[in-house]
């Protein structure tokens, strides 16, 4: 018996007993993670959506109007509305979202607005469980120049079923990392870093890499004309 082993082992009344040992597979001990119904997962922090418009105001205003094609309760669409954004909202359930439209997404063959920017349903973006289908139909789709992601900072790297493949022939123009933890849920500590994934017709060159900072308070009472 090794010297390691031996450390598992404890005297009792003179004799050795081995402790109960744990089970092999602790992932089973623990409940599934379930999703919520229709990967609805609400933007309720506004930081997000400020610090975008922020650092991309003009860019954004430039298009005219936006396009939030998975608007929920309108948590991206009351924000850019109250900036004076003309912002065209649609989801394939109608969760609440103020002046907002029903639809399939996928049914869209064009899209309605210039700009599109969004948190788009995780289950249909992933190379995992969506293949990539919400991307590939967005990219296909005539109509916009801009187009903004809300999306898990790792997102990118997936390579699963062509995914890297796809982003190797059609990259995002750049990627802007929030340097806070968003908390789409409200339960608190929230488990990863996100980033805002923007493709641009007018982009040219390498995909960029910037920064972006959690905005101050009324930071994002107006777009600034960048």
């Known amino acids: 018996m090794t010297a390691s082993a031996k450390s598992y082992f404890r005297a009792i009344n003179g004799q050795r007993v081995e402790p109960p040992s744990l089970p092999l ?16 997962y609400p933007t309720a922090p506004l930081d997000a ?21 998975a608007c929920g309760r309108g948590d991206l669409v009351k924000p850019m509305r109250s900036l004076g954004l003309q912002v065209h909202a649609s ?32 289950n249909l973006i992933s190379a995992r469980d969506g293949k990539g289908r919400w991307l590939r139909h967005t990219l296909d ?29 059609r990259p995002f123009s750049y990627a802007l990392l929030c340097r ?26 390498y995909p960029g890499f910037f920064f972006l900072d959690r905005p101050v308070s009324g930071a994002g009472d107006q777009i600034p004309m960048l």
């Not at 969760?95 to 700009?115: I, L």
């Not at 806070?180 to 060159?205: C, E, H, L, M, Y």
């Open 25 to 40: 597979d602790l992932h089973r001990q623990t409940a599934p993670y379930e999703r919520q119904e229709g990967d609805f």
């Open 49 to 69: 959506i400020h610090a975008l418009l922020q650092r991309d105001g003009t860019a954004i205003q430039a298009c005219d109007a936006v396009w939030e094609p």
């Open 91 to 122: 989801d394939l359930v109608d969760r609440g979202c103020p002046d907002s439209g029903v639809g399939d997404y996928f049914a869209r063959t064009t899209s309605p607005c210039r700009a599109i920017i969004t948190n788009p349903p995780y």
């Open 141 to 169: 789709m005539p109509g916009w120049d801009y187009l903004a992601l809300l999306l898990n900072w790792e997102w990118p790297a997936a390579r699963a079923n062509g995914f890297g493949e796809m982003l190797d022939a």
């Open 180 to 205: 806070w933890k968003i908390d789409f849920t409200g339960g608190g500590s929230p488990p990863q870093r996100n980033a805002w994934f923007v493709w641009r017709k007018d982009w040219t060159g």
